[in-house]
């Protein structure tokens, strides 16, 4: 728990917690993102083999290669020895050099398709899903959590076909030699084996703690340094410190334990693997020695080196399989981001019926399609609708507009108002109930047409990097530059965008960074006004904006709605009175509804607000030295 009363960001720390055995049915899945890069990993086996090999080889020609010079001396044989020597040697860097290339080549492609795919489904997926995630989680999810995973695939899969193929082959050879001593040196597998795997648990264990606490930490990072402003304000800093201290503690503590264990593993498994020399050394020593020895110099000194070859791939091989253990969590993250299906999507119907359509009027842009092109009328019936099951947003909600009408949505914060945009703009469809467009239900129909005719501005506007031009732009793509400019005039953008000097070239920064919440509102309105939509939604689009200029766009904003179905949603009650009707909502439901002459006679709730919020309006006009008071 953080100073706030709640987690950081608890969804990631549930996440991370996976079991130790291995899942094939996750694997098997997890493996086909590998099948296009087969030729690469089919290549990393066979040098997988090779090196095996070549390992294998080397102390055996180091044995006849003594024994040869011991026999006989320096003579053509020798040579040839030595010669065979090189060879493998040349072979080994030739093939070390092959892996390192062909495994970077497959994790390299195979992180380019999953971070690829990943993306494709992020972009598809719906508002729901991003409701319960934190961004930091999903971006873990396509950057590290990636190459993670990408690299184990080829890695894996080497060390597997290097290490079992290099123990059975040390072992054969060993057993071919002499199978006395072979005997004495297997005595070290056992405990090897339970060392290895003893330890690799334990460091798998303390560096998932390690993850943990980090990521803990950067999402602590980021809060801090994002919140800075508002912690020194409210001079929080002692808090804010002793919080990180104390995870930092626990990262501390969690590296040290880390640190004692490697530093307990290493040095223990190279102890086990001399055992093997020393035991080799000594019973062949004593062979070699004796009067009717049957065991070489040269074949002593190759077992010693397969003595110590030993632990390698048996270590290799422990921490590979841990390392997939560790994986399997980043793998099933990775794997269910690919798997889920965005909540609100084309049925299978609507799907079939645009091929047809497409088909039959050899239309190339299938998605276009898919409903009437005129819109008459939209329609809510008995709209219900909650993001979390027990606590209902809309409730029963009806409503029916057509064209030419501006329907104005107020009410007190956390009403709904800005559910049933949402709703409308299908960003989430209804819980129970239907929105009808021209009397039929918009699931029945595609989301690419329903939203190709959508205009919104929505309540905290979203710019994305680049000039104020390619911004507006992004309404309409293939706008010219006066059609942006003309939109931009008709919302009175251009009064701020001409007084800065790069003009409509003006970098915005990341998300808009270097524009006013206003001049964003003001940027994102001509946005929408470009794309010409028949609904427009204007989700709080004016709120930032100063009085005078809202004043001033409101005759170009009623110019752009008229026409057209609008939803106007606005707590500056002064911007709806033009409104053909106007619903004042509080939780989820129509309390009143009419004109703004009509509400007003009425005197129920909007009478109160309006006359309230004129009451202040005209305070803070006298205040300011404007107007006598009344
Ligand atoms: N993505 C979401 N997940 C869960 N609950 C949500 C989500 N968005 C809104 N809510 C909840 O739904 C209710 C209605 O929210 P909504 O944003 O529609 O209100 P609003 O009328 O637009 O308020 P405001 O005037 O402050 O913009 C609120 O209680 C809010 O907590
Ligand atoms: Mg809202």
């Not at 992020?122 to 729901?128: C, E, G, R």
């Not at 190759?302 to 921490?319: D, G, K, N, V």
Request: charged share 20%; net charge negative.
């Amino acid at each position: 728990m953080s100073r706030k009363g709640f987690s950081v960001s608890e969804l990631t720390f549930q996440e991370e917690e996976f079991s130790r055995q291995i899942d094939l049915g996750l694997w098997r899945r997890v493996v086909r993102h590998a099948k296009p890069y087969w030729r690469q990993l089919a290549g990393l086996c066979i040098a997988g083999l090779v090196v095996a090999g070549v390992d294998v080889m080397l102390p055996l020609s180091t044995a006849w290669l003594i024994d040869e010079a011991v026999a006989n001396g320096v003579g053509p044989r020798l040579w040839g020895l030595i010669g065979l020597y090189f060879t493998l040697c040349a072979a080994l860097c030739v093939c070390i050099w092959v892996f390192i290339e062909l495994a970077g080549q497959a994790a390299t492609g195979i992180a380019y398709d999953l971070r690829t795919q990943g993306f494709a489904r992020l972009q598809a997926l719906s508002f729901s899903y991003y409701d319960v995630r934190p961004v930091g989680w999903l971006v873990t999810r396509l950057t590290s959590d990636v190459t993670k995973l990408s690299s184990l695939i080829p890695w894996f899969l080497l060390d597997l076909v290097w290490g079992s193929l290099l123990l059975l082959g040390i072992t054969a050879a060993m057993f071919w030699l002499n199978w006395q001593l072979a005997l004495a040196v297997l005595v070290i597998v056992p405990p090897l084996s339970i060392a290895s795997v003893y330890f690799q648990r334990r460091l798998l264990d303390s560096s998932r703690n390690m993850r943990r606490t980090n990521s803990q930490i950067t999402a602590n990072f980021n809060e801090a340094i994002t919140g800075v402003r508002t912690t020194k304000a409210l001079v929080r800093e002692r808090e804010a410190l002793d919080e990180f201290q104390s995870l930092s503690g626990a990262m501390h503590s969690h590296c040290m334990r880390n640190s004692l264990q490697s530093a307990i593993y290493l040095p223990l498994v190279i102890t086990i693997g001399s055992l093997g020399v020393g035991l080799a050394l000594w019973r062949g020593g004593v062979d070699v020695l004796g009067p009717d020895s049957t065991l070489t110099l040269g074949v002593l000194i190759a077992f010693m080196q397969y003595a110590a070859l030993f632990h390698m791939p048996i270590e290799e091989l422990a921490r590979r399989f841990t390392d997939l253990q560790a994986a399997q969590a980043v793998a099933e993250r990775i794997q269910t981001l690919l798997d889920t299906e965005p909540e609100i999507q084309d049925s299978p119907e609507v799907v079939k019926q645009i091929e047809a359509t497409a088909i039959a009027e050899a239309k190339p842009n299938v998605a276009m399609d898919g409903g009437p092109a005129v819109i008459k009328r939209v329609e809510f019936r008995d709209v219900s609708f909650w993001y979390k099951p027990d606590e209902p947003v809309l409730k029963r909600f009806n409503l029916s507009v057509t064209p030419g009408e501006t329907i104005a949505l107020v009410g007190a914060t956390g009403g709904g108002k800005s559910t049933i945009a949402s709703v409308l703009a299908r960003f989430y469809e209804p819980c129970e109930g239907e929105v009808l467009i021209n009397g039929t239900d918009y699931r029945q129909r595609s989301l690419h047409w329903l939203q190709s005719n959508l205009g919104i501005v929505l309540q905290s506007p979203v710019l994305f990097s680049g000039s104020i031009r390619e911004n507006i732009r992004y309404g309409r793509l293939d706008a010219t530059d006066e059609q942006v400019e003309e939109a931009a005039t008709l919302v009175n953008a251009n009064v701020f965008i001409d007084e800065l000097d790069d003009g409509y070239e003006f970098e915005v920064g990341e998300a808009g960074s270097r524009l006013s919440t206003g001049q964003r509102q003001l940027v994102s309105l001509a946005r929408a006004v470009l794309a010409d939509p028949q609904i427009f939604i204007l989700d709080e689009a004016t709120s930032s904006v100063d009085t005078e200029t809202e004043r001033l766009i409101q005759d170009g904003i009623n110019r752009v709605l008229h026409g057209r179905i609008s939803f106007v949603i606005a707590h500056r009650l002064s911007t709806i009175r033009a409104a053909s009707r106007i619903l004042v909502i509080d939780s989820g439901r129509i309390v009143e509804h009419g004109t703004h002459e009509e509400l007003m006679a009425e005197r129920g709730r909007y009478h109160d607000l309006y006359v309230g919020q004129f009451a202040r309006q005209k305070e803070q006009a006298w205040l300011a030295g404007d107007e006598q008071p009344t």
